[in-house]
């Protein structure tokens, strides 16, 4: 076959066609995105609408960003990731102080806020504070806290006639555990084992046993049944007290 032909099969017996590179291909030379034409290229980032031949380009402001999750900017009637997640610092602020001040008259509404996050920081604390001992027992702590949280919330339900949920329930009984996390972290500098730490343990089982007591009897009504919800708690709080000295 000569040079410059191309031959198919389909159309055997059919004039070759003849073609030339030089003499068919035209090439548009144009001035666009030359600085020195006074051009400008568009950005790369640009979008082309559905039937549209003409580029279009995003002009409002900020589409958000990483740290938008963690709060309200870039977004509209956003709430922040932390009060999606139910972490409230100002609650846990609230509750904390009433722990720490327990002959403050407590309000009938501070168990309405089922919140879980403080206990939780609470035990986590408590472990890291014994393990700064020598003593891993993280295991024990949420087996016990486990294990008192379902025994004290059959009994509370068993004696009160509006009941309590088991959420509620366990935070009343985390947020009480804050005088004994106080009591861990003074043993990583001063030993508890001694007369003193066996006093201190008593003062501070007292403390956690008659602010957890004094919630549920407030919110539930049963100022007359304190001695018999007291004793079931100051056990539980007796458990991570044997942690901390022993």
Known sequence: MASGQVHSVLFEGSEAYEYSTADNLHFYTTTYGDPASGYASPPSTGYYPPHSTQPYYHQGGSTGSFWSAFG????????????????????????????????????????????????????????????????????????????????????????????????????????????LVLLSLIGVGVPLSGPIGLIASGLVIGWCTYSSSTMFVTVLGMSEQRLLVGYPVGLLYVCFALMTIF
């Open 72 to 179: 309200t900017g870039g977004f509209a009637d956003e709430p922040p990731l932390l009060e999606e997640l139910g972490i409230n610092f100002g609650h846990i602020k609230t509750k904390s102080l009433a722990v720490l001040n327990p002959l403050r008259t407590v309000d009938k509404n501070i168990m309405d806020d089922t919140d879980l996050a403080g206990p939780l920081l609470f035990c986590l604390i408590f472990g890291v504070s014994l393990l700064l001992t020598g003593k891993v027992h993280f295991g024990y702590i949420y087996g016990v806290a486990a294990l008192g949280w379902l025994s004290i919330y059959v009994i509370l339900n068993l004696m009160s006639e509006s009941g309590v949920d088991g959420y509620r329930t366990a935070s009343v009984l985390g947020y009480c555990l804050l005088p």
